[in-house]
């Protein structure tokens, strides 16, 4: 990864490799960039890049596979109807089988 590039770029940059229908936390992606105390840096980033359409921010969600996020999202379940088109059960804001699904870059990448 660039080391010229700024936190959010970064954040960015490891949101877009998430694999369609798998998650990750804000936290994975902190720990993945050598910054592990900045999880609430990465959703800062996650909810300003709503208008990257290479940022899947719906992705992204707390380390209990809860959806944090999606307050920052136009409609009232834009973030869960996402994650559910590519196949990822959300019962009560909360992803089901979220260890199987979820995503580590330190460990994926």
């Known amino acids: 990864m660039a080391k010229d590039l700024g936190f959010f770029e ?3 940059q490891v949101a877009s490799l998430i694999p ?35 940022v899947p921010a719906h992705r992204v969600v707390n380390r209990k596979g809860l959806l944090t996020g999606k307050h920052h999202f136009e409609g009232t379940n834009l973030m ?3 994650l559910e088109s590519e196949g990822v059960e959300v019962i009560e804001n909360q992803i089901q089988d979220f260890e199987k699904l979820f995503w580590d870059p330190t460990i994926d990448l």
């Open 10 to 12: 970064k954040v960015y």
């Open 20 to 54: 369609y229908g798998r998650v990750t936390s804000y936290g994975a992606i902190a720990n993945y960039l050598g910054s592990p105390k900045s999880a609430r840096m990465v959703g800062w980033a996650m909810n300003t890049s709503h208008n990257n359409p290479d």
């Open 80 to 82: 869960q109807q996402l």
